[in-house]
């Protein structure tokens, strides 16, 4: 079967090389755009799992609140299962804080002894775990939510304006990416029968023999459908590379262009499943592609396709 196979795959790249060829830099190009997609979006998605691991939450309090009434507030939010510490900064530390990192910009504020000290105590909450990232969003706003309901609380904030535009963002991305995948996968399987359909007439009267000596139709379709498969899963193998290329080309530029972003390190091309993933993709779209175009073999196809030539 093996020998069969390698040998009829041989046979269609020597007597349609153009067609061979054609698909597979098709196939390739496709590939390479969903290989794109994806690493782009791993990426987005890991920026917002760094800036995630630096999310503090804060609970800024009533000027007026009572000492049962702070300590109450200390000991629920500690009892919340996404809290690990929970630290009280008072009005004095608040005041002290920001002179020490804003007096520089605004000398006279040290010196003035009429200064009125505007901020609030506040609690600051350390977070057990990167809520922040997109996957545990609607935990950290379940919180923040929490927080909000405590008497004594005035204001949560947590860097929601900036999270929450950034995770709409790569939500947003991800759909828009899905729908030409999925757009680009359709246009891959006519490619792909197409150039199955040139092999099928070119094996024409092997097929007709094989129909008359009663071969089976696994016996008969398998060599066409592990022709697309093969042909599905090299692209996809080419674009991975290619894609590899490209980043690394890219990737310093890209780091230093989009350091805002805080990317740390090198850009990731791909997670190690979607390595795997992605040629097995290739694969089935190949197959799948191939079946199309083999599905009405061993039904004495092609010697009625002789009869209506004749």
């Known amino acids: 079967m093996l020998g069969d196979f390698l040998e009829g795959y041989l046979r269609s790249w020597k007597n349609h090389s153009v067609i061979q060829g054609t698909t597979l830099v098709v196939l390739t190009g496709t590939f390479f755009v969903v290989t794109l997609f994806i690493s782009i979006y791993q990426n987005l998605d890991q920026v917002l799992t760094q800036w995630g691991e630096n999310v503090e939450m804060t609970a800024f ?5 009572g000492l049962e009434t702070l300590n109450e507030i200390g000991q629920k939010i500690r009892k919340s299962e996404f809290v690990r510490q929970v630290k009280y900064v008072s009005k004095d530390q608040a005041v002290e804080t920001f002179l ?6 605004a000398p006279d504020l040290i010196e003035d002894k009429n200064f009125s000290n505007p901020l609030p105590a506040s609690y600051e909450i350390e977070l057990t775990e990167n809520l922040g990232k997109a996957s545990s969003f609607e935990k950290l706003v379940s919180l923040a939510d929490f927080v909000k309901t405590l ?4 204001e949560v904030s947590y860097g929601q304006g900036w999270i929450e535009n950034y995770s709409s963002l790569v939500s947003q991305f991800a759909k ?32 007709e023999v094989m129909e008359l000596v009663g071969a ?5 379709r398998t060599p066409f459908l592990l022709e697309g498969a093969m042909l599905g899963f090299s692209s996809a193998l080419l674009a991975i590379f290619m894609c590899w290329i490209f980043i690394l080309w890219q990737s310093k530029l890209i780091v230093s262009e989009l350091a805002f972003l ?9 997670s190690v499943s979607m390595f795997f993933l992605i040629p097995l993709l290739g694969a089935m779209v190949g197959a799948g592609g191939a079946y199309v175009c083999v599905r009405r073999i061993s039904t004495g196809w092609a010697a009625a396709e002789r009869l209506e030539q004749w």
């Open 100 to 105: 020490s990192q804003m007096g520089s910009f």
């Open 262 to 270: 805080g990317l740390r390190g090198e850009i990731q091309v791909l």
């Open 176 to 207: 828009s990416s899905w729908a030409i995948v999925v757009i680009l996968i359709a246009g891959s399987l006519l490619i792909v029968g197409n150039s199955i359909r040139s092999s099928i007439f070119t094996r024409r009267d092997e097929i």
């Open 216 to 220: 089976t139709q696994n016996r008969i």
């Open 61 to 65: 309090l009533s000027d007026d609140i």
């Open 151 to 154: 008497p004594g609380v005035d």
